[in-house]
Every structure is written in structure tokens, then in C-alpha cells.
């Protein structure tokens, strides 16, 4: 294979995750992903990128499978940007106790850190006892194996480093190898599902309070990010919120969620 059939095929591929999952990768980060697909060609026996593409446009479920997960960034730790978890704990929360039951999404939840740090906040801020009476936070990611982790609840030090000690000791036992499980009683109140956030209808009955969908609109391209944008304003109840990085803006996006302040936004009344 020449190395512009090479870059060819591999563009095909790209095409098709952008298609399927909504995840871009510019030229600027080509060659990233043509790493990423490499380890994809070792797990499925493939002898290239030719073969790949052929076997995704085929609808191999286990080719399609490894390919999402291989490009998907599953870089995160506890208590990630604590300013906007500052936000959460001292506007947010006061707002969701009003209700009776109390649902999050963390959307784009990788391997469940965030959805376990929010959970540890409420479980500060109410009680655990009332935590796990009213709050019910689902995590959701586009990747199987990063979901099964989140629902294991085993972390190393890379993804507890930020956890101060006091609530290390509190809410995680040692297991081994210097890692951590998180305590039952918090493990209850979050549940983790395989989603694809482009795919529609999402399989809600109920909205929700408050919507986290941090670093990861800027793997989308714009339109994909106004459309993500609009289905996760449906399924937010009037008045919730919607809680995106620090770094993500979707003030220029021209969507119906109402800036509150850096990385929050409200969906009107």
C-alpha cells in the first residue's frame, strides 16, 4: 500500500467515526489518529486501513466497536476543573435540592470520575443517608470498556490525585496496588450505560435537573455540536442546567441555553 492510498483509507475511517459518533479529528491530529487506529488493526487481525474501512462500511460490530473506542479520549481524574465543581457545590446544588428526586447526567462520563465527584459533593453537601434517597446520576459514554471500569469503581493514583484526604479515607477502601474502590453507598447512586450522544431519540423517560457534558464538544465540528447541544436541551426539565468545560464556549453556537457563567448555562423557564 503507497502511502497516499495509506492516508486515503485512513480518511475513510475518519469519516466514518465523524459519521457514526460525531468525533472529528482534524489534520493537525492525523497522525494521533492513525496511531489510535493501529492499535484497532492489532486487536482485530486487520492487515490495514484498507481492510478497516471495508470491514467498518460492512457493519462489523466488533471492527465498528474497537475503532469508537480506540478514538475515543478517555483522559480524566476526580474533582477535574474545580471551579466549575466550586459552581455546582455553591449555585447548582442549592437549586436541584428544591426537588424531591434529584437526576444528573453526566454525558461523556469515560470511566465514571465525574459522576462518582459529583455524587461525593451531594453526599457532602446533604448527608449520604440523603444522597442516596434523592440522587440518581447516570453516566453514559460512547466506549464499552470505559463504561465497565466506571461501574467497577477501581481507581489508581493517576485518577485520585486531586481527591483531598479526607474524603480519600471517607468514600474509597484500599483494594491493592495502590488502588481504591469507591464505598458501596456512592457506587448506589450512580448507573453507567453505552451511549452514542449523536444517536436520537435519547432513551430517557424522565429529564433531567442537571446535564455535565464536559470536554468533549471540542472533539465535534460545529454542527455537531449545535445538534448535541439542542437534543441535551430537550431532555433538561425548565430551569435545569447544563455544565461544559471551562474551555468549551457555546455562546457562539446560537443555541437556547442561556449563559449563567463560565461553563453554565440554564435552560430557560
Known sequence: ?????????????????????????????????????????????????AELARRLADEDIAVQR??????????????????????????????????????????????????YTLGIIAAEAMG???????????????SGP????AEAAVYGQNHLQ???????ARYFQPVGMQQYRLA??????CTFRRMNLKSLPYPFRNRFHAVFCRNILYYFDRETQRFILD????????GGWLVTSVTESVRDLGTRWEPVATGIYRRPE
Open 184 to 189: 458501596e453507598p456512592l457506587r448506589r447512586i
Open 128 to 142: 449520604l443517608d440523603a444522597a442516596q434517597a434523592r440522587l440518581a446520576i447516570l453516566g453514559t459514554d460512547v
Open 162 to 168: 486531586t481527591v483531598p484526604e479526607a474524603l480519600l
Open 1 to 49: 500500500m503507497t502511502a497516499a492510498s495509506r492516508d486515503q483509507a485512513l480518511v475513510a475511517v475518519r469519516d466514518w467515526l465523524n459519521a457514526t459518533s460525531g468525533i472529528f479529528y482534524p489534520d493537525r491530529k492525523f497522525d494521533l489518529f492513525g496511531q489510535r487506529m493501529d492499535r484497532v488493526l492489532r486487536k482485530c487481525g486487520l492487515a490495514d486501513y
Open 66 to 115: 474497537a475503532a469508537t473506542d480506540a478514538a475515543s479520549t478517555n483522559h480524566t481524574s476526580f474533582f477535574r476543573e474545580p471551579q466549575v465543581l466550586d459552581r455546582f457545590r455553591e449555585t447548582l446544588l442549592p437549586d436541584l435540592m428544591r426537588h424531591e428526586r434529584i437526576r444528573i447526567w453526566s454525558a461523556a462520563c469515560s470511566t465514571g470520575d465525574e459522576a
Open 146 to 149: 470505559v463504561v465497565k471500569q
Open 231 to 238: 437534543a441535551l436541551h430537550e431532555v433538561t426539565e425548565p
